[in-house]
């Protein structure tokens, strides 16, 4: 049942050819299988990731090799299909999710990007501010898309089992980004230093991830960014993180 629904919410024939969906394939992936039955017309890619363990253990060879995943997806598109903003669906190895849905936001040659993956990542991924789900990785996918949860598959549908329920979340990359960021590295340096002391004061964590504010100099920068002086990291959306980082950029023109 869960198979058919999985179908169900793949796009019909016509709408594949014409905006050239993408099946990202792992290993001797199922569900490539039903992929087959629905229609030979799918156009798809198969990437062996499935051999990664974690990219911080890769020797320095193969960890070039995931790093040029990010070169890989962008000159298929150019080369292959001119023009076109294809969508990518993908069940991803479970140990390697992370950096491949970071690769495929960061390339932003997508429409969208439907992926399988461990439940807990996709409340994590979908998360709203203040809740315990939410986190630097959250801000980072909805910084490029707007996460929708799909469905729940249940342990029962693969085999051997495992121990997780997983999800089908689909990602719709966002045409514009409706924030007036100043500098967007110093924007995910603000994300990571705020969730880094999680459950602390935000101007601890800035303090830390900025050495060079202090926490005299962090306070400074939240009080003038319009927050309370007591406010956490993993309180703040999007446009929070913005004027935070924003305002550290003014402090480093003056």
């Known amino acids: 049942a869960e198979a058919l629904k999985i179908a169900g919410e793949m796009p019909d024939i016509e709408t ?6 993408y099946w990202v394939l792992t290993g001797e992936d199922r569900l490539s299988h039903l992929r087959e039955r629905i229609s030979d017309d799918l156009r798809a890619l198969t ?11 890769l020797p320095p060879e193969e960890k070039r090799e995931l790093e040029e995943l990010y070169q890989t997806i962008d000159r298929m598109v150019k080369e292959k299909f001119p023009g076109m903003r294809p969508m990518a669906c993908a069940n991803l190895p479970y ?3 992370s950096p491949i849905l970071t690769a495929l936001l960061e390339a932003e040659c997508f429409d ?15 998360a709203k501010p203040g809740t315990a ?6 801000v980072f996918c909805q910084f490029y ?5 799909l469905f729940d598959v249940p342990a029962h549908c ?21 924030w007036d960021i100043a500098d967007p590295d110093i924007f995910f340096r603000c994300v990571k230093a705020s969730f880094a002391m999680r459950r602390k004061k935000l101007s601890n964590g800035l303090a830390s991830g900025f050495p060079e504010l202090g926490k005299t ?9 319009g927050f309370d002086a007591n406010v956490r990291g993993e309180t703040l959306s999007i446009p929070d993180f913005v004027k935070i980082a924003n305002e550290i950029v003014r402090r480093r023109e003056r």
């Not at 969208?112 to 461990?118: G, L």
């Not at 100099?217 to 960014?225: D, F, H, L, R, T």
């Open 158 to 178: 693969f085999l051997p089992q495992p121990k997780v329920t997983s999800a089908v979340i689909q990602l719709k990359v966002r045409e514009n980004r409706p």
């Open 145 to 149: 898309a707007q996460p929708e949860i």
């Open 47 to 57: 990437w062996d990731i499935w051999a990664y363990e974690t990219h911080a253990e």
């Open 16 to 21: 594949c050819v014409q905006r050239n969906i």
């Open 95 to 97: 140990y390697i999710t």
């Open 133 to 138: 789900d939410y986190s630097a990785f959250t």
């Open 217 to 225: 100099g962090a306070a400074e920068v939240i009080e003038a960014a």
């Open 112 to 126: 969208s990007v439907t992926v399988m993956v461990q439940k807990e990542v996709a409340l994590r991924i979908a």
